[in-house]
T-cell receptor
Framework: AQSVTQLGSHVSVSEGALVLLRCNYS??????LFWYVQYPNQGLQLLLKYTTGATLVKGINGFEAEFKKSETSFHLTKPSAHMSDAAEYFC?????????????FGSGTQLTVLP | DSGVTQTPKHLITATGQRVTLRCSPRSGDLSVYWYQQSLDQGLQFLIQ???????AKGNILERFSAQQFPDLHSELNLSSLELGDSALYFC????????????FGQGTRLTVV
């Protein structure tokens, strides 16, 4: 079974500071990896995903994440936080194959950006 | 706009009642997933359908059921509702049942009073 751990349910950064949201996964084989963002009263929007190839993945809104197999991690970063980045962020995994490839989500990290 | 449409956006109902949530997938997508998001449980996978057939089942209660129709839209039926069923219910769709290209709807917020 797969599982996802997001370290820190709440993260606060100052505007312009580095954003680092941590995600570790547990899986017998490296899964597909995703980061989603949820703004208040909104649905889930895909930020980026890793399926294969280059381990540094660039997403929307200036976010990127690096897949590190040896650390079973997929941390999300953004060099400079903007007020509009305040939202909840979810890391998720999905099996690479099989008939049932549903997403398993982490518990989420609420990002607050301070002026 | 993800292209996945969920109706209604909000629903308030009383305990013991039954409701139906509807999801229209993106054009061409054959697979539909249902998720429940609540404060205490987080995002939980409920059930997946692929081209009309149930493909996977997650933490779905026996009081809940779903189906996918020939036109590929899906409905999630929740019955004998309890206060604890209050949550945001999401639908997602993908072409082939995988999540490498999947999109979420805006969700239906269910409040049971």
């Amino acid at each position: 079974a797969q599982s996802v751990t997001q370290l820190g349910s709440h993260v606060s950064v100052s505007e312009g500071a580095l954003v680092l949201l941590r995600c570790n996964y547990s899986s017998s084989v490296p899964p597909y990896l995703f980061w989603y963002v949820q703004y208040p009263n909104q649905g889930l929007q895909l930020l980026l995903k890793y399926t294969t190839g280059a381990t540094l993945v660039k997403g929307i809104n200036g976010f990127e994440a690096e897949f590190k197999k040896s650390e079973t991690s997929f941390h999300l970063t953004k060099p400079s936080a903007h007020m509009s980045d305040a939202a909840e962020y979810f890391c998720a995994v999905s099996p690479r194959s099989g008939s049932a490839r549903q997403l398993t989500f982490g518990s989420g990290t609420q990002l607050t950006v301070l002026p | 706009d993800s292209g996945v449409t969920q109706t209604p956006k909000h629903l308030i109902t009383a305990t013991g009642q039954r409701v139906t949530l509807r999801c229209s997938p993106r054009s061409g997508d054959l697979s539909v997933y249902w998720y429940q998001q609540s404060l205490d449980q987080g995002l939980q996978f409920l059930i997946q359908y692929y081209n009309g057939e149930e493909r996977a089942k997650g933490n779905i209660l026996e009081r809940f059921s779903a189906q996918q129709f020939p036109d590929l839209h899906s409905e999630l039926n929740l019955s004998s509702l309890e206060l604890g069923d209050s949550a945001l219910y999401f639908c997602a769709s993908s072409v082939d049942g995988g999540f490498d290209e999947a999109f979420f709807g805006q969700g239906t917020r269910l409040t049971v009073v």
